[in-house]
T-cell receptor
C-alpha cells in the first residue's frame, strides 16, 4: 500500500528561524506537488516538482525532490507569521490507466512572533 | 488561468436529504476531475476519479450508491450525496486536470453540514 508520510506533523517555530519539512513516499514517482492550506480554505499550489533533482524556490520557501530516495523537502528560511498554515505534499501515481494524487499526512506550521 | 469553481461554497441540509455539489473548470477543458473529502485536521482523501462521458472510478471504501458522480461535459462534474447523514458532514474539494499526467487544479471547496 502506498504511503506518503510527512514529518513533522506539527511544527511550532519562532519567527526568523529555519526549518525543513520532509515528505517520504513508498513507491516510485517522479512527480510531486506541494500545497498550502489555510484554515477553512482549499489548497494553494506552491511547487511542482517533475524530475529527480528538481529544486524550486519562491520567497522564503524552497522545495526539492530526490526520486531515488523517494523524498521531498520543503525548506523554510527565516520564517514569518504569514507562513502559518498546513502544508501538504502530494505524489502523482499511475494506476489503472490514470494518474491520481496521494496526499501526505500534512504538516501544521505555526510561526510565533 | 486554470480556475476551478465549486457551488455551493457551503450547504446545510437535514439528515436523509440529498445534496448536489457542482465543480466547473472555468477556462479550460478537463480530461479528468477528482473529488476529495477532508475531515477537520486531516488530509485530503480521494473519493473518486471521473472522466467526461464515462462512469466514475471510486476509491476503495467509498460507497458509489451514496456518492453519485456525473461528469456530463469537459467542464462540469457533479457530486450528489444521497440520503445524507451527520457523518457525511465534511469539506468536499474537487480538482481538474487538462492532461493525463498533468497538475491538478483545485476548487475552493464545499463545506457540507448535515443536521
Amino acid at each position: 500500500e502506498l504511503k506518503v508520510e510527512q514529518n513533522p506533523l506539527f511544527l511550532s517555530m519562532q519567527e526568523g528561524k529555519n526549518y525543513t519539512i520532509y515528505c517520504n513516499y513508498s513507491t516510485t514517482s517522479d512527480r510531486l506537488y506541494w500545497y498550502r492550506q489555510d484554515p477553512g480554505k482549499s489548497l494553494e499550489s506552491l511547487f511542482v516538482l517533475l524530475s529527480n533533482g528538481a529544486v524550486k524556490q519562491e520567497g522564503r520557501l524552497m522545495a526539492s525532490l530526490d526520486t531515488k530516495a523517494r523524498l521531498s523537502t520543503l525548506h523554510i528560511t527565516a520564517a514569518v507569521h504569514d507562513l502559518s498554515a498546513t502544508y501538504f505534499c502530494a505524489v502523482d501515481l499511475e494506476g489503472s490507466g490514470t494518474y491520481k494524487y496521494i496526499f501526505g499526512t500534512g504538516t501544521r506550521l505555526k510561526v510565533l512572533a | 488561468g486554470a480556475v476551478v469553481s465549486q457551488h455551493p461554497s457551503w450547504v446545510i441540509c437535514k439528515s436523509g436529504t440529498s445534496v448536489k455539489i457542482e465543480c466547473r473548470s472555468l477556462d479550460f477543458q478537463a480530461t479528468t476531475m477528482f473529488w476529495y473529502r477532508q475531515f477537520p485536521k486531516q488530509s485530503l482523501m480521494l473519493m473518486a476519479t471521473s472522466n467526461e462521458g464515462s462512469k466514475a472510478t471510486y476509491e476503495q471504501g467509498v460507497e458509489k450508491d451514496k456518492f453519485l458522480i456525473n461528469h456530463a461535459s469537459l467542464t462540469l462534474s457533479t457530486l450528489t450525496v444521497t440520503s445524507a447523514h451527520p457523518e457525511d458532514s465534511s469539506f468536499y474539494i474537487c480538482s481538474a486536470r487538462v492532461e493525463l499526467a498533468g497538475e491538478q487544479y483545485f476548487g475552493p471547496g464545499t463545506r457540507l453540514t448535515v443536521t
